[in-house]
């Protein structure tokens, strides 16, 4: 009787340091998707844009510790147009020796360029997957930690005007991201995870080059978690160079960023970006939560991503 007592209390003991994963909820996510598409177009000067900046603002603001709105001005290369833009931090476990940066855009493109029928051309887009759905994970994410807190510390960044630049001309986007790596709210960012067009449902996840340049061991390491997790649309393969949000976070604030991003949406044979076939019809719970679910991984398996 003696040796079974001693062995359960140890096999408790072991229980307890064993890391809970919380689950991220993809349906949430998807809802978060669906509702800044009832805002409609986001696009800086927009009506969408003030009811989606109302809306993470509201969010967050419930759930995390600290809130800072960061307010910039910039002028739309596309439209030849100034702009008020917003980047909104919404900052978990602050006091934390160690912060880490997950980031998204939430504007969208203000005309339809990229469309096959040249009469959409100056249309806006709807972006659900081209803004709104790097926002949904954010704001699932925002609300998981609420519950499940981290022992790091997490800053998740809304960046405004990604998305009113020019061909030829990559500073012309990211015009968010950009204030912020020039005027940063936040000190000692060890590194930062960008996520851009990550609802497409045929959801295809290749290794964006700029990415493993500046960043090449936790690109390694997420992609290797994502194999163990069965996360199958993680794909092991190298992929195009993208100038996104996380390239201004590395060049002008020094912090090592990476780009988790399926630039061919839908697949390679078609193109929905920056057209009015960016749609929540085009995207699926289930690819948010492949993504959610290795953020999530990230955020709690820190043994996976420590530095070794």
């Known amino acids: ?93 602050p006091t934390s020796n160690t912060q880490i940066l997950i980031g ?5 493109r203000p005309l339809a360029d990229q469309d096959e029928d040249s009469r959409n051309y100056e249309k806006p887009i709807l972006g ?32 405004d005007a990604e998305d009113s630049g020019v061909s030829g001309e990559n500073e012309s986007y990211c015009q968010g991201s950009i204030y912020f790596a020039k005027n940063l709210p936040i000190k000692n960012i060890k590194e930062a995870i ?14 964006e080059r700029n990415s493993l ?25 190298v992929g195009p160079l993208i100038y996104d949000d996380h390239v201004p976070l590395y060049q002008y604030a020094g912090i090592p960023s990476i780009d988790i991003i399926d630039f061919r949406y839908p697949n390679a044979f078609t193109n929905y970006w920056h057209t009015v076939e960016d749609t929540p019809e085009n995207c699926s719970p289930e690819s948010l939560g492949q993504v959610g679910s290795l953020m999530v991984d990230y955020i709690f398996n820190r043994k996976f991503y420590n530095d070794n």
């Open 104 to 108: 998204a855009h939430w504007d969208t």
């Open 1 to 93: 009787m003696r040796l079974i007592i001693i062995v359960f209390i140890i096999s408790m003991a072991n229980l307890g340091c064993e890391t809970v994963m919380p689950i991220f909820n993809e349906d949430k996510a998807f809802n978060h998707l669906l509702a800044q598409c009832e805002f409609g177009p986001r696009n800086p000067g927009s009506d969408g844009h003030m009811k989606t900046k109302k809306y993470i603002l509201n969010f967050v603001q419930e759930r995390a510790d600290t809130v800072i709105v960061q307010e910039f001005s910039f002028k739309s290369a596309l439209e030849n147009k100034n702009h008020k833009g917003t980047n909104i931090i919404a900052r978990v476990n």
């Open 213 to 237: 340049n500046f960043h090449g061991q936790l690109i390694r390491k997420l992609w290797d978690r994502a194999k163990t997790l069965k996360l199958d649309a993680f794909k092991g393969v």
């Open 194 to 207: 960008i996520l851009d067009m990550v609802g497409d449902k045929q959801l295809s996840l290749p290794i």
């Open 128 to 159: 659900a997957n081209d803004g709104a759905s790097g926002v949904a994970v954010l704001l699932e994410l925002v609300d998981l930690l609420k519950a499940n807190r981290p022992d790091i510390g997490i800053n998740f960044v809304f960046f």
